[in-house]
């Protein structure tokens, strides 16, 4: 696969999947095997865990909307650099819905193989998230 079609993948992923909340689409774009890195306690190593933790981030924030801010793709990988936004009007992380409003960036690294979407690299701000949204309280 060309840079550009691995990139249009990618997009797809994000136009569809995160922001039409279209869940299905990960059965067309990612390898049954994929495996997120990700600082976080949940691990992701397969499409169906990927599934369960999108489901969780459109769950808490159901107008979730992620920008794409830089699409950049070589070789076999897609660098997605994006400002996200939504509320917080379902639970998050085991605390109750807050209503408050959440605004993070991030980015995540894709790796394709074979017109699938197989590993991915993630970075997004989960402290800020959760200072906005008033799980962690804010310094000062």
């Known amino acids: ?3 550009e079609q691995n990139k249009s993948i990618v997009r797809r992923w994000i136009e569809e999947g995160w922001n039409k909340h279209n869940l299905a689409v990960i ?3 990612y390898a049954s095997n994929f495996v997120q ?3 976080e306690p949940q691990t992701v190593n397969s499409s169906e865990a990927l599934k369960q933790y ?3 981030y459109l769950t808490a924030f159901p107008d979730l ?3 794409i801010e830089d699409l950049i793709a070589e070789g076999d990988k897609v660098v997605w650099r994006f400002n996200s936004t939504g509320h917080q009007n379902g639970p998050f992380m085991g605390m109750p819905p807050t209503g408050k409003t959440g605004n993070i960036t991030g ?3 894709f790796r394709l193989e074979n017109s699938r979407i197989v590993e991915a690299w ?3 701000d989960v402290l800020g998230l959760l200072q906005q949204t008033g799980i ?3 310094p000062g």
């Open 107 to 109: 980015i995540v690294i």
């Open 136 to 138: 962690i309280p804010m």
């Open 122 to 124: 993630v970075n997004i």
């Open 65 to 67: 909307y992620l920008s």
């Open 1 to 3: 696969m060309s840079a």
């Open 27 to 29: 059965d067309q774009v």
């Open 54 to 56: 999108v489901g969780a």
């Open 37 to 39: 890195h990700e600082p």
